[in-house]
């Protein structure tokens, strides 16, 4: 099953994506924060928190944050698998 990015969320999600990859010490960083953000989306969507969840929760980047409060479920889905696949690419590339 394929989920496919809304239009309307591809430049923000791109943005956020780029933006974590440029900021982090190593592609594995980045891969790591972008895989924590998909998991805060998928308990944010599943309601099941775990210690990880909360506390990547509070610290969570405005942008996932506010795509929390903001997003539809339907449109967080693709969101989530967004960052999933980056964080594979990233890792598929670490140094």
């Known amino acids: 099953m394929t989920s496919y990015l809304p239009t309307h969320l591809r430049g923000i999600v791109s943005e956020y994506i ?38 990547h929760s509070r610290n969570a980047h405005q942008t996932i944050r506010t795509l929390l409060e903001t997003t539809s479920p339907e449109e967080l889905a693709p969101v989530r698998d967004e960052l999933s696949l980056a964080a594979e690419h990233l890792l598929g590339h670490a140094g």
């Open 18 to 55: 780029d933006a974590t990859t440029t900021a982090a010490d190593t592609n594995q960083s980045a891969a790591l924060t972008l895989d924590d953000d998909a998991h805060l989306i998928d308990a944010h969507l599943t309601g099941k928190w775990d210690d990880d969840d909360r506390e």
